[in-house]
T-cell receptor, first 113, second 109 residues
Framework: DAGVIQSPRHEVTEMGQEVTLRCKPISGHNSLFWYRQTMMRGLELLIYFNNNVPIDDSGMPEDRFSAKMPNASFSTLKIQPSEPRDSAVYFC???????????FGEGSWLTVV | AQRVTQPEKLLSVFKGAPVELKCNYSYSGSPELFWYVQYSRQRLQLLLRHISRESIKGFTADLNKGETSFHLKKPFAQEEDSAMYYCALTSSGYSTLTFGKGTMLLVSP
């Protein structure tokens, strides 16, 4: 398996623009996670899906952030409108429910100017 | 609530020196602890999980329930060990991993 696949790897956008980050989890994994990584806060869980259903979105910072998982092989994280403080690395991760190990993608490096 | 504390943001050692990266946790349930490693600009990778009781790349970690710690150790550090190390916790009743803020390990020649 190719692992968790994220796109884009890097994005630079202007404040106010919409940003969409994409994720393809490992085939057969039931759970999908979106994490945000910053120097100040480290790794923060934004949202967690299980069997395509959002289970815990308490980490989503505000209404500008939304996430969807229309099917088992695809998820998006959208920021609209984007702000400079959203600049971070956004990691998608997945896990098979029979185990506890979470596998991460390579991250999407977002810079909002 | 689950919480993971990594008290050191940066640990700098010389090649060949012993390394200990500290991790303390608080939990509500039966804890399962992990160490993840992130090499420069790469994805996080699982390094160790306490239930496996294994040594990976010379690293070991023992779960000490009395001290609520899961420190990561290596007797002789190598330059290629330089990376960001994250301690993480899950427990019964939780489906997600809670991460510490990470410790950057720098191994100098």
């Amino acid at each position: 398996d190719a692992g968790v696949i994220q796109s884009p790897r890097h994005e630079v956008t202007e404040m106010g623009q919409e940003v969409t980050l994409r994720c393809k989890p490992i085939s057969g994994h039931n759970s999908l996670f979106w994490y945000r990584q910053t120097m100040m806060r480290g790794l923060e869980l934004l949202i967690y899906f299980n069997n395509n259903v959002p289970i815990d979105d308490s980490g989503m910072p505000e209404d500008r952030f939304s996430a969807k998982m229309p099917n088992a092989s695809f998820s998006t994280l959208k920021i609209q409108p984007s702000e400079p403080r959203d600049s971070a690395v956004y990691f998608c991760a997945s896990r098979q429910d029979s185990g506890n190990t979470i596998y991460f993608g390579e991250g999407s490096w977002l810079t909002v100017v | 609530a689950q919480r993971v504390t990594q008290p050191e943001k940066l640990l700098s050692v010389f090649k060949g020196a012993p390394v200990e990266l500290k991790c303390n946790y608080s939990y509500s349930g039966s804890p399962e602890l992990f160490w993840y490693v992130q090499y420069s600009r790469q994805r996080l990778q699982l390094l160790l999980r306490h239930i496996s009781r294994e040594s990976i790349k010379g690293f070991t970690a023992d779960l000490n329930k009395g001290e609520t710690s899961f420190h990561l150790k290596k007797p002789f550090a190598q330059e290629e060990d330089s990376a960001m190390y994250y301690c993480a916790l899950t427990s019964s009743g939780y489906s997600t991993l809670t991460f510490g803020k990470g410790t950057m390990l720098l191994v100098s020649p």
